[in-house]
């Protein structure tokens, strides 16, 4: 008891100690046109920090704001010719050590899933009130009397979005959504037919022709696409769950991850074979007699390099061996351990130092996409593997995990020196 009382005092002494008091600067911009006249609540989760209003920069501070950690959300809030707008950010917003953050939606808008000019109205990204010009109220029509037919179009056009309510966003994100996930529910089903239709074709083939090499790289191509639409869907799908919301930053990024392996895995099968090699292997394709240019252990290592280079396509290349039994057998008990192939170098935080900025990027990408393909694997592949293997599999996965942190802290520290 007397150990718990200790531990708690120490994380509460933590909590305390971690918390700053500092002046907050946010500049808010969607398309790099200032936010203006917003009033904006800054939070940690759904606890409020502060509140103010943006001025016609866009910018707006928060005196004396006591923050826990760098890491804010943003509400902002705007009366408007009758009605409201509303938005938030989630997960999006870092603070440099001075408190300064500069926030443009539009990558928000793009990522959101759902159509930019449904998601501007909504929230009001496009109101230009700016230097006390109020363009979007019907006063504004009485006094440009003089104006020409297009300043009348321009001001009439806001008030046809105002009539846009957060009920006709909420039914028309659940009538994209439900599209949107039904498109991708019979791209799959289509896939699926077409990679059955083509692995038959395929299977009647000489295993050693060249006939035989470009249908597998179109099976494997067809089956990577799928995969790339399933991910597709599953984000949909937690959208849907949430109640049609889009994603955050948290939520995002471990399925983007996922898609991001999936396409590299692609890009890299399509120039194997405009480079000319045979599939899962590192010999050209032959256009003479491919049959009788390779030795008679050629199943053997061909079923090597599969192992080696195409997990998912080892097992239906080996039933079109001549001893389908014993080949086939042999590599099930044998699987690839995609963790060992693949080098980890742990990086010290003096490593990460010594970096340029490019190379954290570059290998902080590396290794998110290792883990991704790990992380496939296991979820795929699981009954090939040893219990052995898939412990070394997630020790791996820990272990880059770690490393990722590393270098996210790096170029956050980084990033707030340069600001």
Sequence with gaps: MKCITLIFSFLLAFTFSAQKTLDVKLILKYKNSPLCNWDVTIKHGDVAIAKSKSNEKGEVVFKSAKILSLSIDAYGYKAFNGGDKKWDVKGYIQLNDQGFAEFDFEPLVKDAGMPVSMLESAWGLTINDCGGVVANTPKSEEKSSTSSSATKTEEAKPAEEEEYTAKDLQQ?????????????????????????????????????????????????????????????????????????????????????????????????????????????????????????????????????????????????????????????????????????????????????????????????????????????????????????EIEKYNADIVKVEAQVKLFDAELTKRSATKN
Excluded: C
Aim: proline content about 4%.
């Design 172 to 388: 028309d994100m659940k009538q994209s959504m439900d599209n949107m996930k039904l498109l991708h529910e019979n791209k799959i089903a289509n896939l699926s037919s077409k990679i059955d239709k083509k692995t038959k074709q395929r299977d009647a083939l000489d295993s050693k022709s060249k006939e035989y090499s470009t249908l597998a790289y179109e099976v494997r191509d067809l089956e990577l696409e799928r995969e790339i639409t399933k991910v597709k869907l599953e984000k949909v799908n937690l959208q849907i769950s949430k109640g049609y919301k889009p994603l955050n930053k948290t939520e995002k990024e471990p399925l983007d991850a996922k898609e991001d392996a999936f396409s590299l895995e692609q890009k890299t099968l399509k120039k194997k074979e405009k480079d000319g090699l045979f599939f899962g292997s590192t010999e050209m394709v032959s256009n003479s007699k491919p049959a009788e240019t390779k030795p008679k252990v050629e199943p053997k290592t061909e079923a090597k390099t599969t192992e080696k280079e195409e997990i998912k396509s080892e097992v239906k290349t080996e039933k079109t061996e001549s001893k389908p039994v014993k080949t086939e057998t042999k590599t099930e008990s044998k699987p690839v351990n995609t963790s060992s192939k693949e080098e980890i170098k742990i990086y010290s935080e003096s490593d990460l130092a010594a970096m340029s900025i490019v190379n954290l990027k570059r290998i902080k990408l590396e290794y998110n996409t290792l883990i991704a393909k790990w992380k496939v694997t296991l979820k795929t592949k699981s009954s090939f593997l040893k219990p052995a």
